[in-house]
DNA sequence: TCCCCTTGCCTAAACCCTTTAGGAAGTTCT
DNA sequence: AGAACTTCCTAAAGGGTTTAGGCAAGGGGA
């Protein structure tokens, strides 16, 4: 009998694409063995369970991130750097639904550690490197633009913006620059 | 046969209830069957189908969040308005983790329109009255509130400040300051 | 080349969740 | 009490998840 050729890199790569047709909560595995045309129960071999398949894609997403979060920040600094890094992170949404779902499934500590997450507070720092900030102002600082890039994308994908102008797009462009001169300014304790 | 006394209220309030035990996605008829110590099917006289169930939780936990808010900026403004706002949407989310995951959910456009995702718009709108924003930068502001309070309020639950210090309650704090002045400093475009 | 061993995929089966159809028992109103 | 309605039930179909056990394809070694 003829083989699919599956693999768990397949299988993941196979996943986030399917996020991003069907939608993150979706994807399982029945559906991917649709895909396959294969058995359910062969997924397993190479799968743990849909948990792990749910959580690999997640990691996927967030290397992905992390990938074009980093390309787009080589060589900017300060404003250049914000808008740079906010463009990707809303442009990788816009592209990928799925895949950005995915990335924000909440996952264990251990797995956490793991992740790119990690490499994306680095690139967060990197941003504010071009601003005068340090000690605690600079981690409340990634916390602010890492909290208003997650919630503004967020509130979007869910059309909370739609109903009232101006447009979202407006106000990412402008918030960007109130956010930019906020760090350059950012106001004493 | 004796009769549960299921209706469509107490099921939603238990499957609120229900969220916050185990998670909003577990929520599911089985398991408040279960809890009312009857059949499934029992269930459908009283709810169209899951999804109008989670629906329903959703918009409870709306409602709840609204109410709440509204009773926090009474005969409050400017900074004490904001702080007061955000310390309420923070603690549900603290206290009541299923039902915030439900306020989150997805509504079709229609619902979220009935829904009091429109009285928060305007509660928002309330706070900003304590400073001097107008025009497109009144939605702008408004838009900056919306997508760091739900960003951080969500990086918090998923554990994304935990790993490094200071405590995410710290960071809550001073950067309910840094929103403040900038608010009453807001950049010129 | 032949054998063997690993590996990929299969069938079978158990279990749980969702949803609909149709029926019986309890409640309410006249 | 009888009619009408409501609540809850049984039955059954349809999927998704997961494990156990088996057959055969493909690669490595003698």
Redesign the pocket.
């Known amino acids: 009998?003829?083989?699919?050729?599956?693999?768990t890199e397949r299988l993941v790569r196979a996943g986030a694409e399917l996020a991003d047709e069907i939608g993150f909560d979706r994807v399982?595995?029945?559906?991917l063995?649709?895909r396959?045309?294969?058995?359910?129960?062969?997924?397993?071999?190479?799968v743990?369970?849909?948990?792990?398949?749910r959580t690999r894609i997640a990691l996927l997403a967030l290397d992905e991130l992390a990938d074009r979060a980093a390309a787009a920040l080589a060589g900017r600094a300060g404003r250049e750097a914000l808008v740079a890094f906010a463009g990707v992170y809303r442009d990788y949404a816009r592209e990928h639904p799925g895949r950005f779902a995915a990335a924000q499934l909440r996952l264990d500590p251990e797995t956490a550690a793991a992740s790119a997450g990690v490499r994306h507070a680095q690139l967060m720092r990197t941003i504010l490197r071009g601003y005068d900030l340090t000690g605690p102002d600079q981690t409340h600082a990634v916390r602010l633009l890492g909290s208003f890039f997650r919630g503004f994308v967020a509130l979007e994908a869910d059309g909370g913006f739609d109903h009232s102008p101006p447009a979202s797009g407006a106000s990412w462009t402008r918030l960007l620059d109130v956010l930019d001169s906020l760090l350059r300014d950012w106001p004493r304790p």
Chains 1, 2 share one sequence.
Do not use: C, I, Q, W
Request: aromatic fraction near 6%; charged fraction near 25%; avoid cysteine.
């Open positions: 009998m003829a083989r699919a050729g599956v693999t399982t595995p029945s559906e063995a649709r396959f045309d294969v058995k359910v129960a062969s997924l397993y071999s190479h743990k369970n849909a948990h792990d398949l």
